[in-house]
Structure formats: structure tokens, C-alpha cells
């Protein structure tokens, strides 16, 4: 099958046989519903401005000359529609995303299918040889490799059928827009934003709803997030504060200038913005500024059954559940158990039979590390902290305690953010 850089540049000659022009670009369309764009024309590039000269005047497409069917004088130009796009000037070199292998790329050249006399757009290449194909190096080098036991690999084709283009100036990416792309992992799409620019990122996260948005937001530094929310509207930062478990939401706020913090503290849902408020007393690098609020408590009665049932309403609101904490009427802390022991228990059991009374905790004051060495030294998934009378705060989950010996991947890849 072709590729376009084998068709640009090419000399274009009308049905008398009289030079026209140079092949420069192929127009394809982009209908709704379609999987491969179709091409429709050509343009030509001559001395008096390019000449868009429709695919249905054309004899041969893939043959030294391109040759036309009519003169010259009788063709009558094409004219563009708005779904219509131009391959050399808005594919070529543009990045598109590979959902894939999770990461940024550039289109180095496109694949085209002949299919009942139509060309349609095929695949596209972000190969390095599709890129020497553009030099017009990839056969002699082909050869060289050949010569020395080490063919060229084909790889790095994609399926334009995976392909959708961003509204104007901006970059490809494979389709997963709208419900699709909430198919990937946040991590993933998190991964994908910090190869892109500033403009295109925020092409990306307008196309996400906003508990994607704000599962995506989650996963990179709060330095970061202040910088893909800064051009915002403050109603939609609000919401994805509200969406954001309380600690994330906490960082956010605390990286964003304090007048514009307490803008969108206000914004917000009072239960939200108290629980948020709350966590920005305490010192960055602590146990209570790095906790959630987020937990599960019951009363030492509730019963198994009983517990089993108050986790169905309130467990899709709760970053973690790990461990159900049992509280006093003062809401002193007083035992912890886990999932494992709560479904082994008998329905009727109360938890105050099957908790474990010796727990774990934090002060609201001590350290990230301190936090680290108690979750590693006791093998736990999350470690609650309480205030000086035993009332339980929030907790520390293994990530946020962690984050500081074991970086993300995120804070390696920062200073790439935006080219």
C-alpha cells in the first residue's frame, strides 16, 4: 500500500498531457461514523496558488504522474467542507496518543488502502522508518541493513480506526474521547497529560468528565495540578474538589494562591469544604496533612450483618476500606478490623467480638517519615490518626505515606511538563 510521502511532490499532469502543478497534500473527509477517512481530492501546488482538484478527475494516483481525466479548464475545483482534513498540513508531525503503550507520539507518515477504486486512509506510521521514508532514505538504508544480516523492523503502525483528530491546531489521539476514555486507568491518563503541552492537555482534560477528571488530577503532583487547573473556570475547580478525597483536594488548594483558595472553599459543598479546611491547619509534611477523611467508623454493637449493610450505602464515597474502625459514643478510638475479618464473621456477631483492641496510631503532628515507618514496620494498608483524647481524625493510607520514600513516577517526568 502507498504512503503519502511517497505521493507529495509528485508532478500532476491534465488529460492533454500539459503540467498542472506538484502534488503538495490529499484532502480526505471526516463524516461522522466513518472509520477511515475517504480521500476526496487533491492539492495541487502551482505558481498562481494551490488548486484543490477533486479525487473523481483523477486517472492515476499511483503512478509516476498523477494524471487527470479532463484539461485543465474544465475542471472545476473542489471545494472544502468542514469535516474535510488535510493530511500533509494537519497530521503530518502532529502528536497523536497511544492508549496502548501510554504514551505521546508523532505521526511520521500515513498508509493508504485502495478499496473499489477509492482511497481511504489506512494506518498511520510513528515508526523511524516512516520517517526515513520522508527523507527519502528508507530504501538505501533498507538495503545497507539488509546487506548486514539486520532487517528494518516495520513496526510503529497504528490503525487510523483507533485515530480521532482534536478541534483546530491541536494534536491526533486515538479514539477515546467521551465514554471511552474512561476505559483507562487514571495513572494512565495521567501519564499521557504530562507529554503533552499545556494547550493540549487542557484539550484532553475538557473532554473528560469530572470524576474522571478528577480521578486523572489525583495522580500527578499538586504542583502540577494547580498548573492544569490555573485557566479553569472557579465552578468547575469547585467541583472537582468535591469529587478529590479530602487530602487530595487539600494539596490542590494549598499550591493555588490563598486568595483564590478561599474563593473556591466557599464554592464548595459545606460538608466538603470543612473536612478540606480542616486538613490545611495542619503542617504539609504531617500525619494530619497528609490524612484523609475518608474512613469508615461503627459503634462496638453493630453487628456484621449490620456493618456489611452501612458499608453498601456510604463504601462508593470512601477512597479506602480496608479497615472499619470502631468508635465510642465520644468517637474515641477503641479497635479496627479488617474486610477479611468482618466477611468471616458470623452475621450476628457484633464487632466488638471479632475487632482488634490494640491499634496502631498517629498523632496529628508527626512526621511523613514517622507515618512511612509505622505503616512498613506493622505491614498495614492505612493507619488512623487521632487527636489527644483518642478521637479518631482521619487516616493515613500507604501511598500518601509512602510518597515521600518512594516517589511517583510524576515527579521524575515534571520538568518535561510543558515544551
Known amino acids: 500500500m502507498p504512503f503519502l510521502s511517497e505521493l507529495t511532490g509528485k508532478t500532476v499532469a491534465d488529460a492533454n498531457g500539459e503540467r498542472v502543478g506538484r502534488l503538495d497534500d490529499l484532502i480526505a473527509t471526516l463524516r461522522q461514523h466513518t472509520t477511515h477517512p475517504h480521500i476526496v481530492a487533491l492539492v495541487v501546488g502551482r505558481s498562481g496558488g494551490p488548486l484543490l482538484i477533486p479525487m473523481a478527475d483523477v486517472v492515476a494516483l499511483l503512478a509516476p504522474v498523477v494524471v487527470l481525466n479532463k484539461p485543465l479548464q474544465e475542471i472545476k475545483p473542489y471545494t472544502p467542507a468542514d469535516h474535510d482534513l488535510y493530511l500533509v498540513r494537519d497530521v503530518l508531525d502532529k502528536q497523536i496518543i497511544d492508549t496502548d503503550g501510554v ?17 481511504y486512509v489506512a494506518n498511520v506510521d510513528i515508526g523511524g522508518v516512516g520517517l526515513l521514508r520522508r527523507l527519502g532514505l528508507a530504501r538505501p538504508v533498507e538495503k545497507v541493513a539488509g546487506r548486514l544480516g539486520r532487517p528494518l523492523s516495520p513496526g510503529g503502525i497504528i490503525s487510523w ?3 480521532e483528530l482534536l478541534p483546530g491546531d491541536q494534536p491526533m489521539r486515538l479514539r477515546v474521547p467521551g465514554d471511552k476514555i ?3 486507568h487514571p495513572a494512565d491518563l495521567a501519564e499521557i497529560i504530562s507529554d503533552l503541552s499545556r494547550d493540549e492537555s487542557s484539550q484532553l482534560l475538557n473532554s473528560l468528565d469530572v470524576e474522571t477528571l478528577a480521578d486523572t488530577l489525583e495522580e500527578v503532583e499538586p504542583d502540577f495540578q494547580a498548573s492544569l487547573v490555573e485557566g479553569m473556570p472557579d465552578e468547575k475547580v469547585a467541583d ?13 488548594l494549598a499550591e493555588l494562591p490563598e486568595s483564590r483558595s478561599q474563593d473556591l472553599l466557599n464554592l464548595m459543598e459545606q460538608d466538603e469544604a470543612a473536612d478540606v479546611r480542616k486538613l490545611l491547619t495542619y503542617p504539609e509534611d ?5 490524612m484523609t477523611t475518608e474512613f469508615v467508623a461503627v459503634r462496638p454493637d453493630f453487628t456484621a450483618e449490620q456493618t456489611i449493610a452501612y458499608l453498601r450505602r456510604v463504601a462508593q464515597d470512601l477512597e479506602t476500606i480496608n479497615y472499619i474502625y470502631v468508635t465510642d459514643r465520644d468517637d474515641r478510638l477503641i479497635g479496627v478490623f479488617s474486610l477479611q475479618d468482618l466477611v468471616l464473621a458470623h452475621p450476628k456477631t457484633p464487632v466488638s467480638r471479632f475487632m482488634h483492641e ?17 505503616i512498613a514496620k506493622y505491614n498495614l494498608l492505612a493507619i488512623p490518626v487521632v487527636d489527644e483524647e483518642g478521637r479518631i481524625q482521619g ?3 500507604a501511598d500518601d505515606a509512602l510518597d515521600k520514600i518512594i516517589p511517583t513516577a510524576w515527579k521524575k517526568r515534571l520538568p518535561r511538563m510543558y515544551r
Open 103 to 119: 504514551r505521546v507520539v508523532r505521526v511520521n507518515d500515513l498508509e493508504l488502502a485502495r478499496v473499489n477504486g477509492d482511497f
Open 161 to 163: 480506526e483507533a485515530v
Open 182 to 184: 474512561a476505559d483507562l
Open 240 to 252: 472537582l474538589l468535591e469529587e478529590m478525597a479530602p487530602d487530595e483536594a487539600a494539596d490542590l
Open 286 to 290: 504531617t500525619a494530619g496533612g497528609i
Open 358 to 374: 490494640r491499634v496502631v496510631t498517629l498523632s496529628p503532628l508527626d512526621t511523613q517519615d514517622q507515618a512511612a515507618q509505622a
Open 395 to 397: 487516616i493515613v493510607t
